[in-house]
């Protein structure tokens, strides 16, 4: 949706882009104002008020079809910068007669070598030697630049990388300059934001604290809000956020599922209750979630069961409070996008998150998610300036579902228990050797087979572990950390040897993409 704050800014059209978010993370990194809107808010009057600059994201559709998201003409028309990346690219270059090919034997996915062919305003400073590593995702390719179009990179498979008309102010890539695997990439978002499209700093990351307060209080209209809180950093944040706007309109609710990690939940709730001086109540329905969850296998069935029971929990609770109308929860903009697109385009869901896709489709309560288009780094930030305590700050991120997901198949006690004890023992190491604040996201996980090990000299028939850690700014893209091998032999060794059940355990060496940090 586009909003007229006044402000000069830089407007990002998606086209149903897992990382459109990104585009516009890193353009307010920089200090300066911008949205996301689709095509439909391009039909609206004064939707480019103020706009110096347009982005064309990425995005599923293909314009080799005969029907694909269009931009109006008109828009090409009014001299006002504009960068396409990838999807955004095939399009302009359809719009002005070029030629795309979808190539079904060759792709590129993943890190890309790019060479320089001509100078350009947009590329200055972002090669090194000639050449540049980016972050391809795409099967079309430009075979023909646009009259009047200029070829200025390419790689083995995109000739025309990147094409320019410099009369125009149009530019196209090939590539996403928005994830951090794309060296230089934010030199290249630069470039166009102050030399190209001229924008000024009018921006500051502080800002969020005041807009997103004021905009619970807009909406609630201080009313009752129960808040699903489960001690996470984007829970807490949201906690402390409704805190700070409606104070005694708040109730807090925190739902013992039998899925958290090792002796973490009561001790989080102890923080708030004691801390913050938040009214938080205590509810234990772990074996109403173990029942439910009995022989499903199915990581979205998992989801979508877990969804339901917290939708319901919840409104059990809020009718012991006279009033409540609204129920809060810490969704981030990473949730929503793997779920659906967070402008109404057409994107690919890659799994239903329980806060998003896995909700009921009915509810009595009206949501409120007043951080949902924001990173987890952005939510730590906030959640500093708010006062949160910095070790839920930096606590690594933990799912919804909690360990429903992190055991692959069925779930029992048993298996509960294991995962329990494994992933304390992991995460402690990790804090003991100072890894902790190095890694994004880590934990453990029970793989559904067993295998034969050797104790003592008999034979073991037990399950498998897998350990996962990596590094990531956003949440969105992420590598593996890279461990020391003494680290491993070590971790392997204390797992094995503390955890009755467990006989083997393995580490994940996947990026994201092709995986995911989830395993299911």
């Keep these: 949706m586009i909003i007229d704050h006044g402000k000069k800014k830089i407007l990002i059209i998606d086209f149903g882009s897992q990382v459109t978010k990104l585009i516009a993370r890193r ?14 808010d391009l039909k609206k009057p004064n939707s480019l008020k103020n706009v110096n600059g347009l982005i064309f994201s990425g995005g599923p559709a293909t314009v080799t079809k005969k029907k694909f998201p269009k931009i109006p003409k008109r828009i090409f028309l009014l001299n006002i910068p504009i960068l396409g990346i990838c999807y955004g690219l095939q399009l302009i270059a359809k719009e002005f007669g070029g030629k795309i090919k979808a190539n079904t034997k060759k792709r590129e996915y993943g890190r890309t070598l790019i060479l320089k062919r001509k100078n350009s305003i947009l590329t200055e400073n972002f090669y090194k030697n000639n050449k540049s590593e980016v972050w391809m995702s795409h099967q079309d390719c430009v075979t023909k630049p646009p009259k009047n179009f200029y070829s200025i990179s390419s790689s083995k498979i995109s000739k025309h990388a990147i094409i320019e008309n410099k009369n125009k102010n149009i530019f196209g890539i090939q590539f996403h300059p928005e994830v951090s695997h794309t060296n230089h990439g934010s030199i290249l978002l630069k470039n166009f934001v102050f030399k190209i499209c001229g924008a000024k700093k009018n921006w500051k990351t502080s800002s969020y604290k005041k807009i997103i307060i004021e905009d619970i209080k ?21 906690a402390l956020a409704l805190s700070r706007s409606i104070n005694n309109k708040l109730i807090c ?85 793997e779920s659906k697109s967070a402008t109404g385009s057409k994107t690919s869901k890659i799994k239903s998150h329980h ?11 009206k949501l409120l998610e007043p951080l949902k288009d924001l990173f987890k780094d952005e939510v730590r930030r906030l959640g500093i300036s708010l006062g949160l305590d910095k070790k839920i700050v930096n606590r690594h991120p933990f799912p919804g579902p909690g360990l429903a997901i992190r055991i692959i198949g069925k779930i029992t006690p048993q298996k509960i228990k294991i995962l329990q004890e494994a992933d304390y023992i992991f995460m402690n190491e990790l804090k003991k050797q100072k890894l902790y604040s190095k890694i994004w996201q880590a934990y453990a996980a029970l793989l559904p087979i067993k295998t034969v090990g050797v104790m003592g000299d008999s034979r073991t028939y037990e399950y498998t572990c897998l350990l996962r850690a990596v590094t990531s700014k956003d949440g969105m893209t992420a590598d593996y950390f890279s461990f020391p091998k003494k680290f491993l032999d070590n971790i392997s060794n204390k797992i094995v040897n503390n955890v009755i059940g467990i006989n083997r355990v393995v580490y994940d060496i996947t990026s994201k993409p092709p995986s995911t940090i989830e395993l299911e």
Aim: proline residues 2%; aromatic residues 10%.
């Design 27 to 40: 353009i307010r990194d920089f200090g300066v104002y911008c949205e996301i809107a689709n095509t439909k």
């Design 218 to 238: 807009k909406t609630t209209n201080f009313k009752k809000t129960l808040c699903a809180l489960s001690g996470g950093v984007d829970s807490s944040v949201t």
């Design 253 to 337: 609710v925190m739902v013992d599922t039998g899925l958290m990690r090792k002796d973490e939940f009561k001790d989080l709730y102890k923080v708030f209750k004691k801390k913050y001086k938040i009214n938080v109540k205590l509810i234990d329905k772990s074996s109403l979630f173990l029942k439910k969850l009995k022989n499903v296998s199915d990581p979205e069935k998992k989801r979508k069961i877990i969804g339901k029971l917290f939708i319901e929990c919840f409104e059990r609770e809020a009718k012991k409070f006279k009033g409540v109308e609204y129920l809060a929860q810490g969704t981030l903009y990473p949730d929503i996008i």
């Design 355 to 365: 806060n998003v896709g896995g909700l009921p489709k009915k509810m009595k309560l």
